[in-house]
């Protein structure tokens, strides 16, 4: 299934034209919100699984909210894809990825702007994004999937000067400007990627190919990702997973490229959909 954050109240998407509210669905038994879904997640699955929607409307691109739009936690991983992994000069750890936050302020809405300054050096990072079910802590690699609730399609945006302002990377910082974190445009169960490991996921700038690569390219399957992060600390329903990028990044292109005003940024993750931004002046 999918499950939308409509004008902050988590939908049923039935088609590209039709969703139902969930909370008038279930007379109130799930929702209404997308955070309180996620406290219910299970449940609301199983019913969701066997009920057919009757009360529906239309809705459209623009009503889309972040599908987690208030998680504890929101954790990036870096490095996951080896093309990139080559591109940045960083060599590669099989045992353990690198592993940074991004603060949950820079949550953002799918489709929307994002602002950059003058001589912007702000990044693109296209990215699968896991968002967790059920509490999970201490899971194992095999029961790793039955803790989350779905996939969506995010943007890890990045301002690489402030990232590399001094000594010592700072990765959460520079990942964590308002608007840097856009999710969505839903969020889609496991059962409706059969072959997610095959999906193709690109980022295109002003119509532009910047990245291509499909997810099975990742170092760090999801399913690794969250057994190495749950033996550590514990995920709660609602966290979101960034789960890497490919290459392609601006900032080691030769010459460097970087966003600037007036830019259209679509990110795509083929089974999954879209979101763009646009880029204005901050």
């Known amino acids: 299934m999918k499950v939308a954050n409509i004008q902050g109240n988590a939908c049923l998407i039935l088609d590209q034209h039709l969703a139902c509210n969930i909370a008038d669905e279930s007379n109130g038994q799930f929702g209404p919100t997308m955070p309180d879904l996620f406290t219910q997640w299970e449940a609301f699955s199983q019913w969701a699984a066997s009920h057919t929607p ?11 909210e972040a599908v987690s739009p208030r998680p504890s936690q929101v954790f990036a991983i870096g490095l996951n894809y080896d093309e990139h992994s080559k591109e940045t ?9 690198p592993v ?14 994002v602002s950059v300054p003058e001589d912007s050096h702000i990044d693109w990072e296209v990215e699968l994004v896991a968002i967790i079910g059920q509490r999970a802590s201490n899971v194992t690699r095999e029961n790793a999937m039955e803790y989350v609730a779905g996939f969506a399609v995010g943007q890890d945006f990045s301002d690489r000067q ?15 400007c308002a608007g840097f974190a856009p999710v969505g445009p839903y969020i889609v169960t496991p059962n409706e990627l059969a072959n997610m490991g095959e999906a193709a996921i690109t980022c295109e700038v002003d119509g532009v190919v910047k990245q291509a690569g499909t997810l099975n390219q ?24 960034f789960t890497g990028t490919p290459s ?10 970087f966003l600037q005003p007036g830019s259209c940024i679509v990110s795509t993750i083929e089974g999954i959909g879209s979101i763009q931004q646009q880029v204005v002046s901050r």
Do not use: C
Request: net charge negative; charged share 15%.
């Open 54 to 64: 009757s009360i529906t409307f239309e809705w459209n691109e623009s009503e889309l």
């Open 89 to 97: 000069g960083i060599g590669i750890n099989h045992e353990f990825p």
């Open 100 to 113: 940074f936050p991004k603060w949950a302020s820079s949550i953002a809405n799918p489709n929307g702007t």
């Open 162 to 176: 402030l990232q590399f302002i001094g000594d010592a990377p700072q990765f959460g910082l520079a990942k964590s």
């Open 218 to 241: 990742m170092i760090f399957p999801v399913a690794d990702i969250l057994a190495i992060l749950s033996k550590i600390v514990t995920l709660n329903p609602g966290d979101l997973v």
């Open 248 to 257: 392609g990044v601006g900032y080691a292109r030769k010459p460097q490229e």
